[in-house]
C-alpha cells in the first residue's frame, strides 16, 4: 500500500532586494529571502481586521539548519550513500564508529564508592539510547536499504526533546519471503525515519531513532476508516506509537477507560461537523471543524485552502444535517485556521479547558474522521506544549480541524495538518480559539462579515477556464512571453498555486505534495534540464537554492518546506 504523503500548507512571501534603473534591473540572489511575517500578499487582509489573530512563530533559521545538517549526516551513517548498496565493510565499519561518536552520552553520577549511580536519570538514557541507538543502525543495516533521495525535513522542538522527520524515497529493502521465509524479497516502499535529539554540553546529540514503512501507520488509518463505514461505532485507540513506550510514559493512557472516551464522544458529537469538497460531483477533500460560537464553526486552512485550489463546493454536515454556510470570516495560514459562518444561527459551541491542567504523557482525544461520512475517536498522549501542542498522535489529512479533548471533555487544541501520516502530530493551542470566541461575543450574528467561497476563489486563487490557467496579478501578454523560459508550463509538473508580476519579475509559487519524498529542487529537473539546453548557464547552487541565467534573464529556484519558488527576471 502507498503511503499518502499529504502537504501542510504555509504560504511565504518572496522578498526581493533590487537594484533599478530603467527597465535594467540587477537582483541581489545572496540576498532573496522567504519571510512569511512580511507578506506583501496575505489573504487574512481580505477579511474583517476585527478577527485577525496575532501569531509569530519565532522560528530560529539557524537552528533548524543546524538540525537539517545533523540529520542529514545521520542519515547517512545509517543507511549509506544513495543509489549504492553499500557493501564495503571498511565504510560499514566507518559510518558505526561516527554514528557512536555523535549519539547522547551524559556523564553517569558515581556514588562515594565510585558506583554508577543507577536510578539517575544519566544511567537510564545511557541504558535507552546504548540500546536503541546501535540496534537500529545494526536492523536498517541487515535490511540492506537502497534509496534514491531524501525528503523534506520536519523539527519539532519540544521542550525535552528536538524530535525530527524525515523520508527516505524510492528506497527497496530486503524482506523475508512470506511463504518461504528462508527466501528474501526486495520489497519496495518509503520509510519514515524519526530522529530524537537532546542537548548536551551545547551540542544535539542523538538520543533515539525510529523507522517506520510506509505500511505501518496507514495501515492504521485504513482500520479506523472501514469500522466508520460498518457501522457508525466508535473507534477506541489505546497504544499508537509502542515504539516511544521507552522514552514515554503510556500508563494514563492505558488506563483511559472506553466509556469515558465515549462519554466526551456523546457530549460532543453535535457539536463537530464533516466538510466534504466534491469536485464534479466527487469527494476530492476531507475536514473536520467544529462550533467556537453559535452558528461560528472553526475548521483547518490547509483544507480550505486545498478546497479553493481544486474544488467547486464544500458541504458542512452533522449526522444527518446538512448546514449551508454564508462564508468565511477569517484566515490564519501560520495557525492552519479557517473561520466559516453559517447562514442560520446554531446554537452550539464546544466548551474549552485550560492548558495549565494538562502535562506531559496525559491522555488526549480527537473526534475526527477518515472516511468522511461518520465520526470517530482516536487517543494518544500529550509530549509537549505551548503555542502548538506535539503529541503522540497519527493524523492523516483527515483529521485537519478536529478537536483535540482532554479527559474532562475540554478542547484544549484544534489538530493540524502540519504534520501527518506519522505516530507525532501537532495541534493548535485552544488560546487563539478562545480569543476567536471572546470576539464574537458581543457582536449581533447578523453583521458578521464573510467572503463567499467562489468570491474568494475567483479573487485570490488561480482556476482552470476550458482548460487555460487564469492567473492573479499578470497579464497574458506578459505570461505569454516569461512562459517560454524553460517551456516552464510543461517541464514543471507541481500544482501552481499562485502567479505574481512586478517591475520584470514574475514569482510563482508551487506546491510539493511530494516534499517528504522529493525535494522541489529535485522535482524541477526537467524545468533545470530545459534552461541548459536554452542555452542558460548555472551561475550558483546551494541545498535550497539555484541561479540560472543567459544574456535577457536571470532564473532563480528556491524552497522552503512544501513549496517550490520559481522567479523569472529580466535582467
Wanted: no cysteine; glycine share 4%; hydrophobic share 35%.
Amino acid at each position: 500500500m502507498k503511503k499518502i504523503i499529504l502537504m501542510m500548507v504555509l504560504f511565504f512571501t518572496i522578498v526581493l532586494t533590487v537594484n533599478a534603473s530603467g527597465k535594467k534591473m540587477n537582483i541581489d540572489v545572496a540576498k532573496i529571502n522567504l519571510n512569511r511575517n512580511s507578506k506583501v500578499e496575505d489573504i487574512s487582509s481580505n477579511f474583517d481586521s476585527e478577527y485577525n489573530i496575532d501569531y509569530d512563530e519565532g522560528k530560529d533559521i539557524s537552528f533548524e539548519r543546524n538540525i537539517t545538517e545533523i540529520t542529514n549526516k545521520i542519515t547517512y551513517l545509517l543507511l549509506g550513500n544513495p543509489n549504492s548498496d553499500n557493501g564495503d565493510y571498511k565504510e560499514y565499519a566507518n559510518r558505526k564508529k561516527e554514528l557512536i561518536n555523535i549519539m547522547y552520552n551524559p556523564e553517569i553520577p558515581k556514588d562515594e564508592n565510585g558506583d554508577y549511580i543507577e536510578d539517575s536519570p544519566e544511567y537510564n538514557d545511557s541504558l535507552v539510547v546504548g540500546i536503541n541507538v546501535p540496534g537500529m543502525f545494526k536492523l536498517l543495516s541487515e535490511k540492506n536499504i537502497k534509496y534514491k533521495n531524501l525528503g523534506t525535513i520536519k523539527v519539532l522542538n519540544t521542550e525535552e526533546y528536538v524530535i525530527v522527520r524525515t523520508a527516505v524515497s524510492d528506497a527497496s529493502i530486503e524482506m523475508p519471503n512470506e511463504d518461504n521465509p528462508r527466501d528474501i524479497d526486495l520489497v519496495d516502499t518509503s520509510i519514515l525515519l524519526t530522529y530524537f535529539y537532546k542537548l548536551y554540553k551545547n551540542e544535539y546529540k542523538l538520543y533515539w531513532i525510529m523507522a517506520e514503512t510506509n505500511d505501518s501507520v496507514e495501515d492504521y488509518f485504513l482500520n479506523i476508516e472501514q469500522e466508520e463505514y460498518i457501522d457508525n461505532n466508535l473507534v477506541h485507540n489505546s497504544k499508537v506509537a509502542a515504539d516511544l513506550e521507552d522514552i514515554y510514559d503510556y500508563s494514563k493512557l492505558n488506563n483511559l477507560k472506553n466509556s469515558k472516551i465515549e462519554k466526551i464522544y456523546n457530549d460532543n458529537r453535535s457539536n463537530i461537523v464533516i466538510l466534504n469538497t466534491y469536485s464534479k460531483q466527487s469527494v476530492a477533500n476531507t475536514a473536520v471543524g467544529f462550533f467556537i460560537s453559535d452558528g461560528i464553526i472553526v475548521t483547518s486552512w490547509n483544507y480550505v485552502s486545498s478546497s479553493l485550489l481544486n474544488g467547486d463546493a464544500i458541504v458542512i454536515s452533522n449526522e444527518d444535517t446538512i448546514y449551508e454556510y454564508d462564508g468565511f470570516v477569517t484566515v490564519n495560514q501560520d495557525l492552519d485556521i479557517a473561520v466559516i459562518k453559517l447562514k442560520e444561527n446554531i446554537k452550539r459551541k464546544v466548551t474549552f479547558g485550560s492548558l495549565d491542567t494538562i502535562v506531559k504523557e496525559d491522555p488526549v482525544i480527537a473526534i475526527t474522521t477518515k472516511s468522511g461520512v461518520s465520526l470517530s475517536t482516536i487517543a494518544g498522549i500529550m509530549i509537549s506544549k505551548d503555542n502548538i501542542l506535539k503529541n503522540v498522535l497519527p493524523l492523516s489529512n483527515t483529521d485537519g480541524g478536529s478537536p483535540l479533548f482532554n479527559t474532562n471533555g475540554e478542547v484544549v487544541a484544534m489538530n493540524t495538518t502540519r504534520m501527518i501520516n506519522a505516530s507525532i502530530s501537532e495541534a493548535i493551542s485552544n488560546k487563539y480559539l478562545i480569543e476567536l470566541q471572546n470576539k464574537f461575543k458581543n457582536v449581533e450574528f447578523s453583521k458578521i462579515k464573510t467572503i463567499g467561497f467562489d468570491k474568494l476563489k475567483e479573487e485570490y486563487y488561480l482556476k482552470k477556464n476550458n482548460g487555460e490557467i487564469v492567473k492573479n496579478n499578470i497579464s497574458d501578454t506578459v505570461w505569454n512571453e516569461y512562459k517560454k523560459i524553460g517551456d516552464i508550463e510543461n517541464t514543471v509538473f507541481l500544482n501552481l498555486l499562485k502567479v505574481s508580476y512586478y517591475n520584470g519579475v514574475v514569482s510563482l509559487r508551487y506546491e510539493n505534495k511530494i516534499s517528504n519524498l522529493m525535494s522541489g529542487l529535485l522535482v524541477s529537473t526537467s524545468f533545470k534540464d530545459k534552461l541548459l539546453q536554452d542555452g542558460y548557464r548555472k551561475v550558483s547552487k546551494s541545498a535550497i537554492k539555484e541561479v540560472y541565467e543567459n544574456n535577457k534573464y536571470r532564473i532563480v529556484i528556491m524552497e522552503e518546506f512544501d513549496y517550490l519558488i520559481i522567479l523569472l527576471a529580466r535582467k
